[in-house]
């Protein structure tokens, strides 16, 4: 069980707008920043989201990240077939001095 | 660009010590703020975030993982290092290591900032006998 909760799956129609949860508690998303990061089949994760809502150079500003409390969420809009993916968030711990992730969402572009 | 090379042994006796490395290119391991994380993946399961290590030698480990895991620099030859000891069938999956970037934004509050930004392409290590 992760110390941060996702949703296993999530899927959309092309051109649609999803979002992907991530809960945590105040020991994690709620003191500190959330990433997120998308891992394509067969390849290593890929930073999407840092500083919970900054995007690095290069991902599309079809995705974007909001926190509030001590929840998260990764929104995709005009979903492409070329998202379909896992996706992770992930949270600084302070009391742990360690990095814990969410379990992963599923993506599944119909 | 700096890239991330994991490699190691592929195979690992139950019991044995795992040892990975990762050679950084592109750029120095001593240049900037940041830490050098290694993590895993099961076959078909999530991320687990195993430490880190600064070049100064400081480190940060896993709670689930801090007795069994030792990371180490090398900035001679621009390598760190992961030792894993008395690894079971559970330690079975690729392992990656990453740059982590890390600061503190000041506002109304100071923020902590940690984040894996550039990834080696991952190697599987199988605990088998």
């Known amino acids: 069980q992760s110390v941060l909760t996702q949703p296993p799956s999530a899927s959309g129609t092309p051109g649609q707008r999803v979002t992907i949860s991530c809960s945590g508690s105040s020991s994690n998303i709620g003191s500190n920043y959330v990433y997120w990061y998308q891992q394509l089949p067969g390849t290593a994760p890929k930073l999407l989201i840092y500083?919970?809502?900054q995007r690095p150079s290069g991902v599309p500003d079809r995705f974007s990240g909001s926190k509030s409390g001590t929840s998260a969420s990764l929104a995709i809009s005009g979903l492409r077939s070329e998202d379909e993916a896992d996706y992770y968030c992930a949270a600084w711990v302070d009391s742990l001095s360690a990095l814990v992730f969410g379990g992963g969402t599923k993506l599944t572009v119909l | 660009q700096v890239q991330l090379q994991e490699s190691g042994p592929g195979l690992v006796k139950p019991s044995q010590t795992l040892s990975l490395t990762c050679t950084v290119s592109g750029g120095s391991i001593s240049s900037g703020s940041y830490h050098w994380s290694w993590i895993r993946q099961p076959a078909g399961k999530g991320l687990e975030w195993i430490g880190r290590?600064?070049?100064?030698?400081?480190?940060n480990y896993n709670p689930s993982l801090k007795s069994r895991v030792t990371i180490s620099v090398d900035t001679s030859k621009n390598q760190f290092s992961l030792k894993l000891s008395s690894v079971t069938a559970a330690d079975t999956a690729v392992y990656y290591c990453a740059r982590g970037k890390e600061g503190h934004d000041y506002g109304d509050y100071v923020h902590y900032y940690y984040y894996m930004d550039v990834w080696g392409k991952g190697t599987t290590v199988t605990v088998s006998s």
């Open positions: 290590i600064y070049t100064s030698g400081s480190t």
């Open positions: 500083r919970s809502n």
